[in-house]
C-alpha cells in the first residue's frame, strides 16, 4: 500500500506532525531515522537544516533541500496517531 503525505508541520525538536492522504494523522520523532550514520542524513542533524523540510511534488513524502527523503511507508509505521 502506498501512503502519500498531504500535509508536514513541525512540532519540536524532531518531532513532526503528518497527514497522509489515508486520513492518518500523528507525530513522528524522525530523529531515529536520521540518526543513522550516512551521508545523506548529517545535514539533518543540524535542526535549523531539519527545520527546512517540505513535501515533495513528485514523491509525496518529507524532503530536505540537500536531496534527503523518508520512504513514506517507514513514515506512516512510525506514526503517533494524535486526536
Known sequence: MYYDVSEAR???GYVVWLRFKDGTAGEIDIWPVIAR?????????DIE???QFYIDAESETVA???GADLAPDV???RIRITA
Do not use: A, E, M, T
Not at 550514520?37 to 542533524?45: C, M, N, S, T
Open 10 to 12: 513541525y512540532v519540536s
Open 37 to 45: 550514520d550516512g551521508p545523506i542524513f548529517r545535514p539533518l542533524k
Open 49 to 51: 537544516f531539519f527545520k
Open 64 to 66: 530536505w533541500p540537500n
Open 75 to 77: 513514515l506512516h509505521d
